[in-house]
């Protein structure tokens, strides 16, 4: 008992305390470890996880563009084929159909267009007959617009401000061609020669008959050949003028229309001059009152000319 209670005695307290310490602390190290092990792994499986939901996200948008670009694709693809349908002529032509044909295919508001076109020609002055011609001509016009989507109020207005533009267009300018200017001042021409030479005829009976340059055939040559140099000559003034007046530079020169013209009078006097002396035969006399006659024969034919080419002015008479 006493010795026992020697060693324990000798024993110093702060190595019972050392011994002690480390088995209290291996618990605690090994329950850190396992909480840092834990931590990292839980982590790390949050991060995974976090990584596969934004991966599946990102794939989702993808497939939901290229769903979306593909249905965009399709709508155009549908709208084109529709308007080219409706671009793509329907049936004939209409300028090959007949006006029977035209109005069978009219549809409701465009039959009811033509048919308040039709009443607003007749209120106006028209007949029947000449209100559907004037209907007609326009007809072709209404069923190509019909077969692209356009009705004929949407073309034309409304059916009261189309029937006035009709009745009260303006005139179309007629263009005087070169040769009917021509051809009237050649007329007149042939009157002013032909009252020329019946005039004189009067007063020259004695050498009438040998007077070969009062001649039928120098009177058409003259007549025709100072016609078209007249008209020539006038043609080229207007446009030295008009190049004049706007400032540049004309197409002939004015010196050289005046100096063609002069050469091309002495050439015509010339002609005249060949035809007395190697046509005799057919350069005859006429007498006076067969001119005067002819002048007013031409004269009337002329009035005519003009009347139906609608020629106005420029002329002396």
């Known amino acids: 008992m006493k010795a026992n209670e020697e060693n324990n005695q000798q024993t110093p307290p702060d190595e019972v305390q050392a011994t002690s310490e480390p088995v209290k602390d291996e618990p ?3 329950s850190a470890n396992n909480s840092t092990d834990s931590t990292d792994s839980t982590n790390s499986a949050d991060s995974t996880a976090a990584t596969d939901e934004t991966d599946t996200i990102d794939i989702v948008k993808t497939d939901v563009s290229a769903e979306t670009a593909r249905r965009n ?5 549908r709208q084109a084929k529709v308007r080219s349908e409706r671009k793509r002529p329907q049936g004939k032509d209409p300028q090959e159909m007949t006006p029977a ?3 069978a295919e009219l549809t409701n508001k465009n039959d009811d267009y ?7 020609f007749v209120e106006a002055g028209y007949t029947e007959a000449d209100a559907d011609q004037k209907i007609d001509e326009f007809l072709p016009e ?3 617009g019909q077969r692209t989507g356009k009705p004929a109020a949407q073309l034309y207005g409304a059916p009261t401000v ?8 303006p005139a179309k300018p ?5 040769w009917m200017r021509s051809v009237d001042w050649s007329m007149l021409y042939f009157v002013i020669l032909a009252a020329v030479f019946g005039v004189m005829g009067f007063f020259t009976k004695a050498n009438a008959a040998n007077n070969t340059s009062s001649g039928f055939l120098t009177l058409v040559t003259m007549s025709l050949s100072f016609g078209f140099l007249l008209t020539w000559f006038t043609d080229g003034m207007a446009e030295s003028q008009a190049a004049k007046k706007a400032g540049r530079k004309p197409k002939r020169p004015l010196w050289r229309t005046i100096l063609l013209s002069v050469v091309a009078v002495f050439v015509v006097m010339a002609l005249i001059s060949m035809i007395s002396v190697i046509l005799p035969g057919l350069n005859v006399v006429l007498p006076a009152i067969v001119y005067l006659l002819m002048a007013a024969a031409v004269y009337g034919l002329r009035y005519l000319f003009r009347r139906h080419y609608h020629i106005k ?5």
């Open 101 to 103: 044909e035209l109005r």
């Open 73 to 77: 694709q399709e709508a155009s693809a």
């Open 142 to 144: 209404i069923i190509a």
């Open 114 to 120: 033509v048919f308040k076109m039709h009443k607003l």
């Open 162 to 169: 189309k029937v006035d533009h009709i009745i009260h267009a």
């Open 28 to 30: 605690a190290a090994e």
């Open 313 to 317: 002015g420029n002329t002396m008479f």
């Open 174 to 178: 007629i263009e005087i061609k070169y």
